[in-house]
């Protein structure tokens, strides 16, 4: 089960720019755990994050969370961030890369193709 972002025309990303902006997003949850006064960063984001050949992988934290795997790809001139969930990944996995991806969106721009077939489509940043 995937879902991708397709970037904006020109604009490029490595893995390891994918891997700043989730340690951006990160930090944004930590700081609103911070304004709540409790630990929201890690109910928000419950995996920790491992580079493997290139691909970002999350390793849920038990058995509510499996993971999932986020890559960079192009195609021809167009760029493309892929995130895929593994085969048992829980409802959970499935929300927080929603979470994620739309967050990505907003933050990139692009069109952004979800789990469920639809598309959302956002203005570059």
Sequence with gaps: MNTDLKLPAGKTMTIEDVKQLLERYQMALKKTGEQLG????????????????????????GRLYKGMAISVRTAGEETF??????????????GKANE???????TLG????????????????
């Design 100 to 106: 994620f991806s739309k967050w990505l969106a907003k």
């Design 81 to 94: 961030i892929d995130i895929a969930l593994p085969p048992g990944a829980t409802h959970g996995d499935k």
């Design 38 to 61: 409790w630990a929201y960063e890690q109910a928000a984001f419950p995996y920790t994050v491992h580079i493997h050949e290139s691909v970002l992988c999350l390793q849920g934290d």
């Design 110 to 125: 692009g069109e952004l193709h979800l789990f469920s077939g639809r598309t959302m489509a956002f203005g570059s940043a």
